[in-house]
């Protein structure tokens, strides 16, 4: 089983940049699933990012295109969020997620990923 472990949150100002990880205990196989949801005070969970583990597919969530780039390295079992040009409205807990497969159209749904970390807190504020 793999457990995914997040760090990297923190209080920023607008404007400013952050960079989530997600590590990864275990194996992790060339097709599975990673991604990004987050969740605001008050509001669902929402995805973010997403991407397969071997580079060959990723997306992102309307409000993330532009100033987030999902990435991953191999090596450290690790992937992760680069956030650009925060605004207040990206406070949220910030959760990685892990899925088995790639299927067309439906990388955004919380049901397609098996696993999930604690979270990371990301405040936006001045």
């Known amino acids: 089983q793999v457990q995914l472990a997040e760090s990297g949150g923190g209080l920023v100002q607008p404007g400013g940049s952050l960079r989530l990880s997600c590590v990864a205990s275990?194996?992790?196989?060339?097709?599975?699933?990673m991604g990004w949801f987050r969740q605001a005070p008050g509001k669902e969970r929402e995805f973010v990012a997403t991407?397969?583990?071997?580079?060959?597919?990723?997306k992102y969530a309307d409000p993330a295109k532009g100033r987030f780039t999902i990435s991953r390295d191999i090596a450290k079992n690790t992937m992760y969020l680069q956030m650009n040009s925060l605004k207040p409205e990206d406070t949220a807990i910030y959760y990685c997620?892990?899925?088995?497969?790639?299927?067309?159209?439906?990388?955004?749904?919380?049901?397609?990923?098996?696993?999930w970390g604690q979270g990371t807190q990301v405040t936006v504020s001045s």
């Open positions: 997620a892990m899925g088995t497969r790639w299927v067309v159209g439906r990388m955004s749904l919380e049901r397609e990923y098996d696993e």
């Open positions: 275990g194996r992790i196989s060339s097709n599975w699933v």
């Open positions: 991407t397969r583990w071997n580079g060959a597919s990723s």
